[in-house]
């Protein structure tokens, strides 16, 4: 009995290997892959076959909990041979693709349904949009990759372990850590950076895209510091973005903590260059500062204000890790991140709300307190907080998570509108008009560094 009963086992066994992959009762994937024609579009292919007519077969694109569902136009028939394009243009967003950066990890699968009913939908496959145009040098562990190219290993190197160091203070800093890995692109000719993103400004010099984790810069063979700052200010918005996990709390979130931040781990603390510091001085000098409160959505689109706000937001995150330490900024993090507002955050952390920390900074630097007890309240608005189970990709307007392809403006201080959300079910656009990182921080955009900034050190290298 107990022979008879080993023989069935491996009788078994052979049997199921012997199964073709990813078969039912009736039908059968021969084969499925995807091309990648960066930055033009990606082409999802698929060739299966059943005792019946093939009639129905479906695309499915899963960015983490979000799904897009593309069907494809096939004619009936015993095996079908079929592709789908999703065209990375942004104009093609809401319709059958959009702009997806290097970087973007998702899954596939497909569902298949022949003319007696029998479905199969395929074990689903990851795959990284790759700028398969160049051929990349990569250093990486399981937090980081650096992707480059046109410059030796230790270039790469190097601004990998400023990348590893930069998130070892962030965890200092924030209590936070990323656990999705970052992917860092960094394009070392002016021409490939400008064409790898769409739409693109032509003083910009990075994007960074916290949905999909990637982050994207030029940057010169000849400055390694220039890539080394950028990684490091790219690096804290990604943190924060992860960090603070959903919607509200990104919502809640000031502008200017976040660009303070990423611009003190930019210059590690050392101190503004002259053309940031310059501005300050002056505004210092004449008394004629903004209010904190006024940089908490966004900053202004003028270039002088905009290179104040940067320098001002340095200043303040630098008295508050001088005066207060970091484990109190961790504190008004995780307070933030729990869903409470600055005001609160700040004033349990450093005994002071936005108004009273603009004053104590006002202070610091040797001018004289402001009155805000006329200031009034600001006005609330509602933020969405959950979406409807029964939807499988909900629309953007009721999700307190943003719906891919939707991109962060970058490396500029005026709001840029994301790419629109493609619906999954019906191909309309879906995201919502607020600009920000991947939708969610609505005015609170994820400026990378400022775009004056940018131009400056573009002009250094006789590239505008």
């Keep these: 009995m107990k022979k008879f009963f080993l023989i069935f086992v491996a009788i078994l066994a052979t049997t ?7 078969a039912d009762s009736s039908v059968t994937v021969n084969r499925q892959t995807v091309v990648m024609d960066f930055p033009n579009k990606m082409t999802f292919s698929l060739d299966a076959s059943s005792p019946n007519d093939i009639t129905d077969v479906t695309l499915i694109v899963r960015f983490g909990t979000v799904s897009h569902r593309l069907k494809a136009k096939i004619t009936p028939a015993k095996e079908i041979k079929t592709q789908i394009e999703w065209n990375l243009g942004s104009q093609y967003s809401g319709t059958n693709g959009g702009y997806l950066p290097p970087g973007t990890t998702f899954d596939y699968s497909w569902i298949i349904q022949d003319s007696s009913g029998n479905q199969l939908e395929t074990e689903p496959i990851s795959y990284m949009v790759i700028d398969n145009r160049i051929s990349w040098q990569v250093v990486e562990n399981d937090a980081l990759a650096v992707h480059w190219y046109g410059a030796p290993k230790s270039y790469g190197q190097s601004v990998f372990d400023a990348g590893v160091a930069i998130l070892e203070t962030l965890r200092k800093q924030l209590g936070a850590t990323n656990t999705n890995k970052v992917q860092v ?14 739409d693109l400004d032509t003083w910009v010099g990075g994007q960074s895209y916290g949905e999909y984790n990637s982050t994207v810069l030029l940057v010169s063979v000849d400055d390694l510091q220039d890539a080394v700052d950028g990684v490091r200010h790219e690096l804290t918005h990604q943190v924060v973005y992860e960090g603070l996990g959903n919607g509200v709390a990104r919502t809640a979130f000031p502008h200017w903590l ?6 003190f781990n930019q210059f590690n603390g050392q101190g503004l260059p002259n053309y940031m510091s310059q501005p300050l001085q002056n505004a210092i000098r004449t008394d004629s500062l903004p209010s904190l409160r006024s940089r908490a959505s966004n900053f202004p689109p003028d270039s002088n204000e905009a290179l104040l706000s940067y320098a001002m937001s340095y200043s303040i995150v630098d008295m508050i890790f001088k005066q207060f330490g ?17 005001d609160y955050a700040f004033t349990q952390a450093f005994g002071v709300n936005t108004d009273g920390l603009d004053n104590m900074w006002r202070k610091s630097i ?20 959950y979406a409807l189970s029964s939807a499988e990709t909900p629309s953007a307007s009721l999700m307190a998570t943003p719906t891919p392809p939707q991109i962060s403006a970058a490396n500029t201080p005026a709001p840029v509108a994301p790419t629109a959300s493609q619906n999954s079910s019906n191909n309309s656009n879906g995201g919502n008009a607020s600009t920000g990182l991947c939708g969610v921080f609505g005015a609170v955009a994820l400026a990378m560094f400022g775009a004056y900034e940018w131009r400056a050190r573009a002009r250094k290298r006789n590239r505008i």
């Excluded at 900024?329 to 729990?338: D, G, N």
């Design 185 to 198: 692109w960094l394009y070392t000719d002016r021409n490939d950076f400008r064409s790898s993103i769409p």
């Design 326 to 342: 970091e484990p109190k900024m961790a504190q008004a993090f995780e307070l933030m991140k729990e869903g409470h507002d600055a």
């Design 16 to 22: 199921a290997l012997a199964l073709p992959a990813y």
């Design 366 to 385: 040797g001018l004289p307190e402001r009155d805000y007890s006329k200031s009034g309240i600001p006005s609330l608005s509602a933020q969405p907080t």
């Design 258 to 263: 976040n660009e303070g931040l990423a611009t």
